[in-house]
């Protein structure tokens, strides 16, 4: 009888710190949602304020950095991405491109938008791309303390190779 009220006893101890944690993490959560500022919009970004990445070496690459940049995983999957704006002229080999951020030594595609469903106006003589990030790797940034590097324009690079 006492060895079933121990195993009782375990079980409801391991249940409760479940909870906590649980608790704990969605608290977490939910203070970064609340007490994080929105993404601001970086317009008329100067390039030349940033850095040559060599992610892509040995390329004649076209570099371009982002307009707008929102990360926010933990509102879920599709919530960290950068939007740019490329001249007209590059409308037609828009496929030709790799997204680079800064850390990774992946390449990430994007894709044409209008912008409206990121709150993002089409500057003149200019068409918007997004970039999406992986939302595990973005949490996994935020774990290990590089979390604002994804909030830096300078990081994100889309490469177009004309």
């Known amino acids: ?11 409801s101890n391991k249940f409760l710190v479940a909870a906590i944690g649980a608790l704990s993490i969605g608290a977490v959560f939910m203070l970064m949602t609340i007490s994080s500022p929105k ?15 060599t ?17 926010e995983p933990w509102r879920g ?5 950068a939007i740019f704006a490329l001249p ?10 790799a997204l680079v951020v800064k850390g990774t030594d992946t390449h990430w595609y994007a894709t044409i938008t209008d912008g409206k469903k990121y709150g993002v106006t089409v500057p003149e003589n200019s068409f918007l791309m997004v970039g ?11 774990l290990t303390g590089k979390f604002s590097d994804l909030q830096q324009p300078c990081n994100w690079t889309l490469h177009l190779f004309p």
């Open 77 to 81: 999957e599709h919530n960290v991405y």
């Open 39 to 53: 993404s601001p919009e970086i317009s008329n970004l100067d390039s030349s304020l940033c850095p040559t990445m």
């Open 55 to 71: 992610e892509i070496r040995n390329s004649t690459s076209l570099q371009f950095h982002p307009v707008k940049i929102v990360a």
């Open 1 to 11: 009888m006492k060895q079933v009220h121990e195993k009782g006893l375990i079980a």
């Open 88 to 97: 007209l002229q590059y409308q037609e080999i828009y496929y030709r491109s």
């Open 132 to 142: 999406f990030f992986r939302t595990r790797l973005a949490l996994w940034y935020w």
